[in-house]
């Protein structure tokens, strides 16, 4: 597609409750990245994809979260058992490729998620 | 861990002044990028930086990468009221095997008509 898409674009669950969110990247992109970003804060890294391989799983806050891609496109990201504190914007993002003159990386709208 | 320094925290300014804000590190990084991103919206690539020294504009928009690779500024000329949102920069490094991004906590803009 034309830029990056997020799905859904808000979400409403109850305490406990699984959640998943897609990220569809711009077509082409090998590299895959996922943000959260609370209210009022700045964007913390969770964790990117190059290819369907996750070099880096770092920033993922624990291990009720997890992600997942396949075809090099379509990722998903997937929080267990979610809590309050998992309330945020979680932003999507695609490179052509990770290092170097074409990683400059473009966002989605992001998914909106509140617990409740 | 590695840290991006971004500052000012906000900034309230009369329309048609200029503005600066910058972003500063102990790392070394390979890339700077620039973002502006507005109330319900995901962020949105301003400029990016590749070379150490390189300066680059985009219209009233002047960003440059720092000589030491460890700090990157972004200037806006003439501000204008829809340049109001939140800035973040960005800088890219590389760990081991893999490439990490880390952003800024942001410059808040708001400018006065």
């Known amino acids: 597609g034309a830029g990056v898409s997020q799905s859904p674009s808000n979400k409403v669950t109850e305490k406990g409750k699984d959640v998943e969110l897609r990220c569809d990247p711009i077509?082409?992109?090998?590299?895959l990245y996922w943000y959260r970003q609370r209210l009022g804060q700045g964007l913390e890294f969770l964790i990117y994809?190059?290819?369907?391989?996750?070099?880096?799983k770092s920033g993922l806050p624990s291990d009720r979260f997890s992600a997942e891609r396949t075809g090099e496109s379509v990722s998903t990201l997937t929080i267990q058992r979610t809590q309050q504190e998992d309330s945020a914007v979680y932003l999507c993002?695609?490179?052509?490729?990770?290092?170097?003159?074409?990683?400059?990386?473009?966002f989605g709208e992001g998914s909106w998620l509140t617990v409740v | 861990g590695q840290q991006l320094n971004q500052s000012p925290q906000s900034m309230f300014i009369q329309e048609g002044e200029d503005v600066s804000m910058n972003c500063t590190s102990s790392?070394?990084?390979?890339?700077w990028l620039w973002y502006k991103q507005e109330p319900g919206e995901g962020p949105v690539l301003l400029i990016a930086?590749?070379?150490?020294?390189e300066l680059t504009s985009n219209g009233r928009l002047t960003a440059q990468f720092g000589i030491t690779r460890k700090d990157s500024f972004l200037n806006i000329s003439a501000s204008i009221p829809s340049d109001v949102g939140i800035y973040f920069c960005?800088?890219?490094?590389?760990?081991?095997?893999?490439?990490?991004?880390?952003f800024g906590s942001g410059t808040r803009l708001l400018v006065r008509p």
């Open positions: 993002a695609s490179s052509l490729v990770v290092y170097g003159p074409g990683n400059t990386i473009y």
């Open positions: 077509s082409g992109h090998t590299a």
């Open positions: 994809f190059q290819g369907n391989s996750a070099p880096d």
């Open positions: 790392s070394i990084f390979n890339t």
């Open positions: 930086l590749y070379k150490a020294g």
């Open positions: 960005a800088g890219q490094l590389r760990m081991d095997s893999s490439y990490k991004l880390i």
